[in-house]
Structure formats: C-alpha cells, structure tokens
C-alpha cells in the first residue's frame, strides 16, 4: 500500500523536464466565394507533430498554387488557396501521417455563408466530418476539451496547483487559495484574448517558472510553529501569481485561435475546461495526501520534501531555458 501511494505521488508530479504549454495545432479552412477557399495550416514547431503531418482535404479539393510558408511566433504557417468543386458537407477533413503525434489539432470550417464549425483531430481519430449543419454546442464543447486538456498536459499550470496543495493545510485555505488563482488567470486571459492586455509572452513564462520555483522553496521551509507570507495570505500570493499565469493561457490560446463568429462562446467554455481540468489536480493531489496520512503518515514529511525538491529543480530548469535558450 505504501509502496503504491508513493508511486501515485511520484506519477502526479512527474513532468517532462522539456514541457512547455500544451500548444495544439491549428487548421483554417474558409470559403472565401462559392468554390474558392483559402486553407491556413498551423502547425507549432514545439508541439509535437511530425513534419510530414499535413492536411488533407475532401476529395472534391484541390490546393492551387504553391503554398505560401511563413514562420509565426512558434509556429510553421503554411497558406494555400483550394478549389473546390460543389459542396463539402457530409465530406472529411484531417491529417496525414498524424497517428504518432503527441498533439491535438483545432480545425475550424467556414463555408460561405453558413456558420463556422470548429472541429478536434486526435491521433486516434485523424478526420473529421464536415457538417451540413453542425450543432449549436459544437464550439462550446471542442474548446471545452481543449481547455481541460490545457490544464492537465500545461506542466507548468499543473505544478503551481500541487504546489499549493502542498504548501497549504485546510480544506478551506487551499479553496480560497484555488479561487483566487482562478480569478486572476480569468481575468488576464480574458483582457489579454480580448485585447485589453498584453505583456510579451516570452518573459510571461520565465516568471511563471520562477512563480513555480518560489512555492516549491516555500515548501521546503514550511515549519508548523513559523508561517511564512504564502501560509500568512495565500490567496494574494496565489492571486498575484493567478494574473501571470493568465497571459500564459491566453498567449496559448491565441496560438491555437478563436472562431471570430464565437470568441464569446469559445472563450468562456476554455476557461470553464481549464477549470474543471484544475478541480481534479486538487481533488487527486489531495486524495493522494488523505491515502499518505492515513496509510504512511510516516513518510509524509520527507515526501513533502522530496515533491519540493523535484517541483523546485524543474521549474528551475524550465527558467533558465525559458530566458536563456
């Protein structure tokens, strides 16, 4: 039994040293006039996709002239105008050579004069169908995965929200801290999305490794009888570190795109994933520490320690790649 906790809190954790964002790719397929089509194929040079992973469109398609290939932030943009002969409704758009991919990818549709679809290729399900009339949750519930899914593979969000499970003692105390975390990421990927805010995202994820770094020696230095500020007030330290993390969503979101017929829609159901992603962080990180105290409360203290030094020595890492790589 204790043997298999320690493992569940190691897997917790464990995150790859070389983890950035979860960046998805990003397919736009939009008919410009009746048969003429423009296709953006976005694919993130840190994402995990194969360079050979490209579209492929339905089977009435023709791409034009040659592609037009520009690089963009992170991202390999390629541009090319399609022809298409009569409709595509009830036909597939997808990938080739994406099985082995590591990555999702966003496809948004727009055919003329009818409303945008917004459509998510898996490795496992490379194609997608192109709908006569697609659903009215179908915006909503593909930006909905992608916000869990953001939260989840983010190793960098994902370790703040342990760490402060780690720190913080009392259901109620890491409750305010978590609220207050969400309000401030909520507010900042909103501004930022809607283009109220900005900051450069470069720096925006150097300082949210050294937001990572800082809870982790707050970890280590933790003593029962000498509250430090982060026990003291943590909702304003996890409010203060909630507004950085903010631009970070938001500069992964503008990566991946929003359907412009439905930022509203897309844009709220986002943060509602990336919340209901971070509800299970919590709810797991502490079922993890209920099983340590009842079955091993033994080793609590040096678990403690050593899930500070592992949070404390990637997020380092990641520092000093994210400023000086």
Known sequence: ?????????????????HADE???????????????????????????????????????????QEPRRAVSGISLVTT?????KGDVSGKAIGLSNFE??????????????????ALRLTPAEP??????????????????????EHILFGYDHLLFVVSLVLL??????????VTAFTVAHSITLVGTTLGFLGLPQRPVESVIALSILFLAVEIVKKRPDQPRLSERIPWVV??????????GFAGALNEIGLPESDVPTALLTF?????????????????????????????????????????GTISAFWFIERTFA
């Open 238 to 247: 996890a409010f203060g570190f909630g507004l950085l993390h903010g631009f």
């Open 127 to 148: 194609r997608a169908e192109i709908k006569a009339k697609p659903d009215r949750w179908q915006v909503a519930r593909t930006y909905f995965v992608t916000g869990v």
């Open 22 to 64: 979860l960046r998805p790719g990003y397919l736009e397929f939009t008919e410009n006039s009746p048969g003429a089509w423009a296709l953006v194929w976005k694919a993130p040079m840190r994402g995990g996709l194969s360079p050979q992973t490209q579209p492929v469109l339905p089977e009435n398609c023709q791409i034009g």
């Open 100 to 117: 082995a991919s590591q990555t999702d990818v966003l496809v948004r549709v727009e055919p003329y004069g009818r409303p945008v679809q």
């Open 271 to 311: 943060n509602l994933g990336v919340e209901a992603g971070q509800l299970v962080i919590v709810a797991l990180s502490l079922a993890l520490l209920e099983l340590l105290r009842r079955f091993a409360a033994a080793l609590m203290h040096p678990a403690l320690r050593l899930a500070a030094y592992g949070i």
């Open 80 to 84: 090319s105008s399609v022809t298409c």
């Open 1 to 17: 039994m204790i043997r298999s906790i320690l493992i569940l809190l190691g897997l917790l954790l464990a995150a790859p040293l």
């Open 168 to 177: 913080l003692s009392g259901f109620w105390t890491i409750a305010k801290a």
